[in-house]
């Protein structure tokens, strides 16, 4: 496993604590932040992007990156998950972390191209704007 992320100043306590005693160098490896390379080539070669959120994602951007790299996504049914993610398709989505470490296996069956689809067809230029012109007609109707 390898954990690539920024730790604010704000989270080094829990980092500390939770976090760092797992970290080992050998199964558990902590990067810190990368830069858009690094991640492109991080998430393009994982088998898979482990995303335990434990609060309301609004969207989810770096599942969306995941997925566009061909990476399915291993998630908790929070926030906006469950309309980003298709459930056994594009990655797994669990209630809880057991049900999450029961079904990682699944990550597996997965097929790259369906994540990469998923994105191309949902996610891209276009699409995005045109969802967001809808939303504003809408609104200023």
């Known amino acids: 496993m390898i ?6 100043e704000w989270e080094r306590p829990y980092f500390n604590e939770k976090v760092l005693p797992y ?11 990368i830069d858009d390379n690094q991640k492109n080539s991080l998430l393009g070669n994982a088998e898979a992007l482990l995303n335990p959120i434990q609060w309301e994602e609004p969207f989810g951007l770096s599942c ?6 061909g990476t399915p996504v291993a998630t908790l049914s929070r926030g906006s998950m469950p309309e980003i993610i298709i459930d056994g398709v594009t990655g797994i989505i669990g ?13 597996k069956k997965i097929k790259r191209t369906a994540c990469r689809a998923h994105v191309e067809e949902r996610f891209d230029n276009e699409t995005m704007v045109e969802k967001y012109l809808s ?3 809408q609104i200023s109707d």
């Not at 954990?3 to 604010?8: E, G, L």
């Not at 209630?95 to 990550?107: A, H, P, Q, V």
């Open 3 to 8: 954990i690539a992320a920024a730790i604010h």
């Open 95 to 107: 209630s809880n972390i057991k049900e999450l470490i029961e079904r990682f296996n699944e990550i």
């Open 135 to 137: 939303v504003y007609r």
């Open 64 to 69: 969306i990156e995941a997925m566009a790299c």
């Open 23 to 33: 970290i080992d160098e050998k199964e558990i490896n902590y990067i810190g932040e």
